[in-house]
């Protein structure tokens, strides 16, 4: 079975996730933090595409002591398993995610990714092959099933969200408002990519809840028509 997918997305007021430099930028504050830490250690793994990786490196690890051990209760990694899609292999082995916080790392490659590169990523994670020019996300998400992992939290970046929403591969997003505005048309947003054209193609939302944190606004969406277990 492949996995639950949930999106998780910090953007402005006006739907910009970054600045047209793909800058990191603190869009949320310490309380959305700490929910996206709980998110985070609710699931089996956490995943974000290699721009995320090269903007901003982050190590995707749980920062709540709290959360490890309620991670820990379960039977489970301090940390969920931390998975990098890179189609190329463009990581670079020194990668906070490669390196800091103990357990599993995984590499999603295609077939053009230099074998010498993926010879020394294979040092530091677990290495998969989907897709012939790119990461095939329909067979990824079979063979994270056959890992025994059910649940996945994304967190970036706009090209890998519209990937997965394209393929039907998201459950729930979670978009969090902040009160700024970015500005800027080549700015990325949550779901970059082609986008749909025909209004019939467009992928639809059910609005689960709507709630305000700090100066900014949580909404929570359920992806109608989506791949379920059961399909």
């Not at 709540?64 to 463009?90: A, F, L």
């Not at 998400?141 to 394209?166: C, D, S, W």
Request: hydrophobic fraction near 40%.
């Amino acid at each position: 079975m492949r996995p639950y997918v949930i999106v998780n997305i910090a953007m402005s007021a006006d739907g910009k996730i970054s600045t047209r430099e793909r800058r990191q930028v603190r869009i949320s504050g310490a309380q959305d933090f700490a929910r996206v830490d709980r998110l985070k250690a609710a699931c089996d793994a956490v995943m974000v595409g290699i721009g995320t990786v090269l903007a901003d490196d982050p190590s995707l690890t749980i920062k709540s002591e709290e959360c490890r051990r309620y991670r820990r209760k379960q039977g489970w990694d301090d940390h969920p398993v931390r998975i990098v899609i890179d189609s190329s292999g463009r990581i670079s082995p020194e990668a906070s995610i490669l390196n800091k916080g103990e357990g599993k790392r995984v590499v999603v490659v295609s077939k053009r990714a230099d074998a010498s590169t993926i010879s020394l990523l294979e040092r530091k994670a677990t290495l998969i092959v989907a897709g012939e020019d790119e990461v095939d996300l329909q067979v990824l998400m079979n063979e994270l099933g056959a890992m025994g992992i059910h649940r996945v939290l994304v967190e970036g970046g706009g090209t890998l969200i519209a990937g997965l929403i394209k393929e039907g591969l998201v459950n729930e997003i979670y978009t969090f408002i902040g009160n700024v505005i970015i500005g800027g048309k080549d700015a990325p947003t949550f779901s970059d990519g082609e986008g749909f054209i025909l209004e019939s193609a467009f992928p639809r939302l059910s609005l689960q809840e709507a709630r305000r944190i700090e100066q900014g606004i949580l909404l929570h969406w359920i992806v109608e028509n989506t791949y379920h277990d059961s399909d």
